[in-house]
């Protein structure tokens, strides 16, 4: 059973500063990795998304990396401004082959880490 | 470009009640997801459709079920509400595995 653990829980950083947010998975496995980003009361916003095959993807002030040898994935943050301040979710997808072999997946989460950037 | 579109927003539903959640897809994406999301456990996977056939299942009460049109919209119903199904539902699609999910706003349903 796929287990995603994010590090920290919560993080509160002065506005300028660059900033890692830690994801761990146990089962290697993996189709992909996908950060998302949620704000209170609302839903999901991908952020980035990593194929297996892939040891990294940038998007902006965006950076995250991916290691399945050692379970790990890592989002950078460059130079945060308040307006980064949200819950950032890691989710793994795992393959799940039904019986006529076709590959389905699902995500499995982390719990978050809570992010404020404060001015 | 229209993203995931769910409706309700907002629904107040009576413990014991049943509830219907609709969920539009982006267009293209022929595979929807549903999840649950509560303070104390998280988001967990309640079930995948694709091509109007459930893929796969989470580990949620057979009271949790759904259905996929040949649209590829879905809907999820909740029958027999408890007090604890209180949660933001929100769906995702993608168009087929390997590519990311996309997610919608949710549904905040209560039950009281």
């Known amino acids: 059973k796929q287990e995603v653990t994010q590090i920290p829980a919560a993080l509160s950083v002065p506005e300028g500063e660059n900033l890692v947010l830690n994801c761990s998975f146990t089962d290697s496995a993996i189709y992909n990795l996908q950060w998302f980003r949620q704000d209170p009361g609302k839903g999901l916003t991908s952020l980035l998304l990593?194929?297996?095959?892939?040891r990294e993807q940038t998007s902006g002030r965006l950076n995250a990396s991916l290691d399945k040898s050692s379970g790990r994935s890592t989002l950078y943050i460059a130079a945060s401004q308040p307006g980064d301040s949200a819950t950032y979710l890691c989710a793994a997808t795992r393959p799940a082959a039904n019986a006529g072999g076709t590959s389905y997946g699902k995500l499995t989460f982390g719990q978050g880490t809570i992010l404020t950037v404060h001015p | 470009k229209a993203g995931v579109t769910q409706t309700p927003r907002y629904l107040i539903k009576t413990r014991g009640q049943q509830v219907t959640l609709s969920c539009s897809p982006i267009?293209?994406?022929?595979?929807v997801s549903w999840y649950q999301q509560t303070p104390g456990q998280g988001l967990q996977f309640l079930f995948e459709?694709?091509?109007?056939?459930?893929?796969n299942k989470g580990n949620f009460p057979g009271r949790f079920s759904g259905r996929q049109f040949s649209n590829s919209r879905s809907e999820m119903n909740v029958s027999t509400l408890e007090l604890g199904d209180s949660a933001l539902y929100l769906c995702a699609s993608r168009r087929v595995l390997g590519y990311g999910y996309t997610f919608g706003s949710g549904t905040r349903l209560t039950v009281v």
């Open positions: 990593i194929q297996s095959s892939q």
């Open positions: 459709y694709f091509s109007e056939t459930q893929r």
């Open positions: 267009s293209g994406h022929r595979s």
